[in-house]
């Protein structure tokens, strides 16, 4: 089945900073979303993003689908921006693959 | 916009009894699908479900649980006979037709004593 890497495992920044998830998947893929899991466990969607470039505000991502991997940019941390990001990957209407995430701490 | 929303949100339970987690999917939505999520570990795959009859199911799918969609609305899953390792974060998602992406709900955190 599909493999999914993300990195770094664990990331501490200082409120303001700027960040780089990562993530990396093995085979094609026609489904990639990201998600903020909240301190009270709820995923939220952050982006759908198979393909191409997206931005939402303060964050953006990147999947280059041909090369097998997607990033999320964080500008301007805020605290609230801490939890666990994770990337997850599929093909149409079959289940996601997820990442084991990546824990974002940030300091103010 | 329409949400997934889940029923109930946190549910405790003893050992040995059958708890019924509840879905409410988006109302055109065609894929339906179960993730469960041990605490501190990542979001695993339980079981899918289209047209009204299981279309996959992982390994950890035992013959302890079951889905049912009882209505037009309702996606429910079933655990028999609940065990301590049972205790985790579910969630249900839900997936329409034409786009491929995944709508999740907020989750049922089951803890099992």
């Known amino acids: 089945g599909i493999q999914v890497e993300q990195s770094p495992p664990d990331l501490i920044l200082q409120e303001g900073a700027n960040s780089t998830l990562r993530c990396n998947f093995s085979d094609s893929v026609n489904n990639l979303q990201w998600f903020h899991q909240n301190p009270w466990g709820q995923l939220i969607n952050l982006f759908y993003?198979?393909?191409g470039t997206k931005q939402n505000g303060r964050l953006s991502a990147t999947t280059v689908a041909t090369e097998r991997y997607s990033l999320l940019y964080i500008s301007s941390s805020q605290t609230t921006d801490s939890g666990v990001y994770f990337c997850?990957?599929?093909?149409?209407?079959?289940?996601?693959?997820f990442g084991k995430g990546t824990r974002l701490s940030v300091i103010a | 916009e329409p949400e997934v929303t889940q029923t109930p949100s946190h549910q405790v339970t003893q050992m040995g009894q059958e708890v019924i987690l509840r879905c409410v999917p988006i109302s055109n939505h065609l894929y339906f699908y179960w993730y469960r999520q041990i605490l501190g570990q990542k979001v695993e795959f339980l079981v899918s479900?289209?047209?009204?009859?299981?279309?996959?199911k992982s390994e950890i799918f035992d013959d302890q649980f079951s889905v049912e969609r009882p209505d037009g609305s309702n996606f429910t899953l079933k655990i028999r006979s609940t065990k301590l390792e049972d205790s985790a974060m579910y969630f249900c998602?839900?997936?329409?037709?034409?786009?491929?992406?995944?709508?999740f709900g907020p989750g049922t955190r089951l803890t099992v004593l």
């Open positions: 997850a990957v599929g093909l149409g209407n079959t289940p996601l693959v």
């Open positions: 479900f289209y047209n009204n009859e299981i279309s996959e």
């Open positions: 993003i198979p393909s």
């Open positions: 998602a839900s997936e329409p037709a034409f786009e491929n992406k995944q709508f």
